[in-house]
């Protein structure tokens, strides 16, 4: 049985800091490119940051310089480090592997507010 596991979310004040993490289990880690989603109320779920297999990163321009994702394949782990957090990184935040298929967790709710 596949699982992504997400933590790390919470309450942050503008400028702050977290670290979201995503457990997998289930999947030859190794072979997925690896991608944080997040979806803020009545928005479309859009790309935050992508690792691809072979590690290749992609980002979306508003995060750019803030967030960085890295993975760790002896833990079947993907992170993302959002550093200088705005209020409008409000969302929840969800992981995804893909190869042959995409897989996704479940979320987790990152909130910027003072």
């Known amino acids: 049985q596949v699982q992504l596991v997400e933590s790390g979310g919470g309450l942050v004040q503008p400028g702050g800091s977290l670290r979201l993490s995503c457990v997998t289990s289930?999947?030859?880690?190794?072979?997925?490119?690896l991608a944080w989603f997040r979806q803020a109320p009545g928005k479309q779920r859009e790309l935050v940051a992508r690792l691809g297999s072979e590690g290749t990163t992609n980002y979306a321009d508003s995060v750019k310089g803030r967030f960085t994702i890295s993975r760790d394949n002896a833990k079947n782990a993907v992170y993302l480090q959002m550093n200088n957090l705005k209020p409008e990184d409000t969302a929840v935040y969800f992981c995804r592997a893909d190869w042959l298929r995409d897989y996704w967790g479940q979320g987790t709710q990152v909130t910027v507010s003072s």
């Open positions: 289930g999947i030859s880690f190794s072979f997925y490119s």
